[in-house]
């Protein structure tokens, strides 16, 4: 067995996932390597949640029931876990939304409706990158529709990274926000957020973070991006799917308008007019995904109790270790950074002219689990001349193994396609 510095205990680690123990397709072992698309969930959370329906479900907030009072605890709860795993300067300014493609929107749609100095117009400008996510290309381009503005990018280097030579044009005076990822989900990279911020910062633009990537994978400090917002998701982080958290600086809630009306996020309500909770109830309008967000609560103690910085140094192994196994496959190529250094466990490639779909067919009929296509990531596909990509990510429980079952894999799509 390969033996790498810096690893966790996988095999301890890997008995709290039932489902990594599965064998697919006549008794193969299933290798997952599907992370950067959603993680598997530990037993330890699925316990919480089954908790949860078992002995505290209801409504939150509305009630004055034991019930009630559980629910409402619990969720309330997992607010304060996540505000401290992030480093929050307050609970109150972490939002809870389905995922991070909603915390996304809602800052773009706040942008849109705001007053005076936040407000985007005809007459300001929007800044992201050629790398985005279309949850953070699509919702600007909507704003920049609606409003005039007018939406920029940065482009990419051929490595893979941001081009910021011409950061002093692309983010001006005019700018009013500047979001981008400080992860990248198909390059793997990441993003120099220092330069990007203190530029923002001298023409006075608000900077979001999508941190989807991040968070599951490395220290997460809002007080130390100083940004305005950041967004991310659970499911990428060992939770369940329908939660996501969009964190803001307390001052900026309190003036930006809210994006959904409903129940809750109210204060007065009269046939003529409306008053609102303070944040974060004021953007959480409606009932809200509470067993949702009491597992992303248990799946913070979970990755809390390993200790984000472990689980860092065991990623940056793993994928040091798969760059060089990867490099050493004959018509391969890795796109983004070719090197373990400033990247995340997110590898894309291509194989030859073979199409990554067929890669990920053939992989998983020997039981591993990639990603194939363009990663909702399609400008990327479109700067680099390639139809998608082969994409491997990996998290706390991968393995040296399971790089070289990825390896052996992908030797057998070669000689399949001859």
């Given amino acids: 067995m390969t033996q790498l510095p810096g690893l966790l205990d996988t095999e301890a680690i890997r008995k709290d996932f ?16 599907d992370n950067a698309a959603t993680s598997q969930t530990p037993r330890q959370v699925l316990d919480v949640l089954n908790e949860y329906y078992e002995k505290h479900n209801a ?32 609970r109150d300014e972490v939002i809870f939304t389905k995922n991070a493609s909603e915390s996304l929107n809602l800052v773009a749609n706040m942008l849109g409706w705001a007053d005076e100095p936040y407000r985007v117009d005809h007459e300001t400008e929007i800044v992201i990158t050629e790398m985005e996510h279309h949850s953070n290309i699509v919702p600007w381009q909507l704003l920049s529709q609606r409003t005039g503005a ?21 983010i001006t005076e005019k700018t009013k926000i500047v979001s981008f990822v400080l992860v990248s989900n198909i390059l793997g990279t990441v993003n120099p957020v220092e330069a990007i911020v203190r530029r923002a910062q001298e023409v006075g633009a608000l900077v979001l973070i999508d941190a989807s990537q991040a968070a599951p994978h490395m220290v997460l400090d809002v007080q130390a991006l100083q940004a305005d917002f950041v967004a991310f998701t659970g499911h990428k982080m060992l939770a369940t799917t329908g939660i996501g958290v969009l964190w803001g600086r307390q001052e900026l809630l309190e003036d930006l308008p809210p994006f959904l009306g409903g129940g809750e996020m109210i204060e007065t309500v009269s046939m ?32 809390s109790a390993i200790g984000m910085d472990k689980i860092a140094a065991h990623e940056h192994a793993i994928t040091e270790y798969a760059v060089k196994r990867l490099l050493e496959v004959p018509d391969l190529r890795i796109i983004g950074p070719a090197s ?34 363009h990663h909702c990531a399609r400008p990327v596909c479109l700067r680099y001349g390639i139809p998608a990509t082969t994409r491997a990510s990996f998290y706390l429980y991968s393995t040296p193994g399971e790089i070289d079952a990825l390896i052996d894999g992908l030797e057998h799509v070669r000689n399949f396609f001859g």
């Fill in 18 to 33: 039932p489902i990594l123990d599965r064998t697919i397709h006549d008794g193969k072992k299933l290798v997952y390597l």
């Fill in 59 to 90: 409504n939150v907030h509305r009630g004055v029931h034991v019930l009630a009072e559980e629910a409402t605890e619990l969720y309330e709860g997992a607010r304060d876990k996540v505000a401290a795993f992030i480093n929050a300067p307050s």
């Fill in 150 to 170: 007018k939406l920029k990018w940065f482009g990419l280097t051929d490595d893979g990274r941001l081009d910021l030579s011409n950061i002093n044009e692309i």
């Fill in 272 to 303: 003529s007019s409306s008053t609102y909770a303070p944040a974060p109830h004021k953007f959480e309008a409606g009932t809200p995904p509470v067993s949702q967000a009491v597992g992303l609560g248990a799946a913070v103690d979970y990755l």
């Fill in 340 to 373: 373990a250094e400033d990247r995340g466990a997110a590898i894309s490639f291509t194989l030859g002219d073979i199409h990554p779909h067929d890669v990920g067919q053939v992989l998983d009929e020997e039981g591993i689990a990639v990603r194939v296509g």
